[in-house]
């Protein structure tokens, strides 16, 4: 999809996550392109959460390009922190240092930074055209009453 001079956008809003860093890896090194792959995942019921900023290019590190990548995500309620690659010039490194891992890297914080790169994943007048690809998959699907899913997601 559209975004912007330059700029394709793939979303990936699947029940059981997605995983797009291998393919968009080898896309990066075939195009000579660079990938941002960014995440926001408010906290759950079950304690998890995620806010991570991944940034692929052909100049990265084999095999998948990871050029940055900064991470404070919560499995079970556990916040861990982890960050490597060289820091991109519109990196605000003090915030790193916040005595809580939830609160060194929050969403406003993310949209900063996809805004540097000329993101702006909340304007929804960036967006142009779409193509929707459907996955259909062979192993068992999540079944779950609408309210269910908004106990389980924290949308309740």
């Not at 142009?128 to 068992?140: C, F, R």
């Amino acid at each position: 999809m559209s975004h912007g001079d330059g700029w394709t956008c793939y979303l990936n809003n699947a029940i059981d996550g997605g995983d797009p860093a291998s393919a968009l890896g080898h896309m990066s090194r075939e195009l000579g392109c660079l990938v941002v792959v960014s995440t926001h995942q408010p906290r759950t019921q079950v304690g998890h959460a995620a806010t991570q900023f991944e940034l692929i290019g052909p100049g990265g590190e084999p095999p998948l390009n990871y050029m940055r990548t900064i991470s404070a995500h919560a499995g079970d309620g556990r916040w861990q922190w982890y960050e490597s690659g060289e820091p991109r010039p519109f990196e605000d490194l003090g915030r790193y240092r916040a005595r809580l891992v939830r609160d060194r890297f929050p969403r406003p914080l993310l949209l900063e930074y996809l805004s540097a790169m000329d993101i702006e994943p909340d304007d929804r007048d960036r967006f142009g055209q779409a193509i929707l690809i459907k996955q259909h998959v062979s192993w068992p699907r999540r079944q779950q009453t609408l309210a269910e899913a908004r106990r389980y997601w924290s949308l309740a």
